[in-house]
């Protein structure tokens, strides 16, 4: 499975947040936060479960080992892992019967206003938001309910090599000159320029973190709430999804975008036979990995912004991976926050991952150095009305984080479905303003 649940976790479900019913469990939430470990860890004791979507990081004993790191300084607490494969759609289910563990990555499924319900508070959003990066994410009403993970850029991975054999060095800075690369990737080299991943689907919802990357903006996906038409001419949204369009109407990816594999992408990605494709920074070591155990490389894996820029330089939203939280119903918050707060702060996973740390004092990683060295500008996207974006999105039936109306875009592009783009987006527009309107924002 590698990092496709990561990839999930992190740009499908940065926005996408269903509505999990009360299901009768919230017992009143918790009374008070729960607060950090205190200065003392030998005075933190009792056994926690932590569920994770990470079952990879489970098999191959890596988080038994961090356990390991972590008894170290907290010899008292006992660390159990809980690795779930449908991790949304179990943790669901078990929410309903309070039987969540004690540390746990907060479902989209869940509501961002039933979050006191489920999970106990970590401390007050002036507290937290100066420590961490996106802490308005789970944010209700002052209180913060989870940290993230990690935190992951979005931009092409390519192969580099490729592209100078291409003879094209520079990063692009405009969607013409994407597209202009791409042609020179097909004419110089025969390789397929670009690969959608179609046919699994979550790759194409990558795309939709590429908001506020486009006009470097931390509140792009804020000012979504409401009647805005989100696909009119020079929005971030149009000059996204009209990129995608373009790429699959030129004849710029796969002959056929229905029999796409995503394990086998890595290795015709890493082996120069497909030249880029729209990935999380994430996926930058997992690409370097597969390069290497083949023989290649993994030098040749780069990672290059969305192309457009902004008073001279490229911009890269950084977004939010899943949040962990504790359970409202542990028996051990505090040895759960203790665990949270090591694995946030001291335990070395997001170096070791190449992804970018939830602790804003901590630097970027090492997979994102071009970007550091470019001088590429990041910025924390806000996620301050989240919930109301995701209302709008759910009642239109879009699915700005849901694959199916990309992969209709697709179609439309290779004329698979009848219709213009100019069409595609005045619907897309037309039903979003209407729902906007429907649910009061």
Known sequence: MGKKTTALSGALLT?????????????????????????????????????????DLVQNGALKQYAADFNKIYPKVKVSFDGITDYEGEVKIRMSAKSYGDVLFIPGAVA???????????????????????????????????????GTANGFVYNKALWRKAGVTAWPKTPQEFLDGLKAVKAKTGATPYYTNFKDGWPLVQWTANNGSVGCDAQAGNKLAGPVSPWKEGSELRTID??????VEQGLSEKDPTTTNWENSKSLLADGKIG?????????????????DSGLNPADIGFMPFPVQKAGKFCAALVSDYQQAVSVHSKNKTAARAWIDWFTEKSGFAEKEGVVSAVKSAPMPATLKEFVDNDVT??????????????????????????????????????????????FFADLNKRWDEAAKTVGS
């Open 242 to 247: 009209g990129l995608l369009h373009d790429i």
């Open 378 to 423: 990041f910025f924390d996207r806000s996620e301050a009305k989240t919930a109301a974006v995701n209302d709008i999105d759910d009642a239109a039936e879009i699915g700005l984080n849901k694959q199916d109306y990309r992969q209709k875009l697709i179609d439309t592009a290779r004329g698979a479905e009848k219709g213009s783009l100019e069409d």
């Open 276 to 292: 880029a494709m729209m990935l999380g920074s994430w996926s930058i070591t997992q690409m370097q990995g597969v390069a290497k």
């Open 112 to 150: 961002k206003n039933d979050y006191p319900k489920f999970f106990a508070p970590l401390g007050t959003t002036a507290e937290l938001s100066s420590r961490y990066r996106f802490s308005d994410k789970t944010e209700v009403d002052g209180k913060v309910y989870g940290i993230a993970q990690f």
């Open 15 to 55: 926005a996408v947040m269903l509505t999990v019913s009360a299901c009768g469990g919230g017992g009143g939430g918790a009374t008070g936060e729960t607060a950090a470990a205190p200065a003392d860890p030998k005075e933190v004791s009792g056994e926690i479960k932590v569920l994770t979507q990470r079952t």
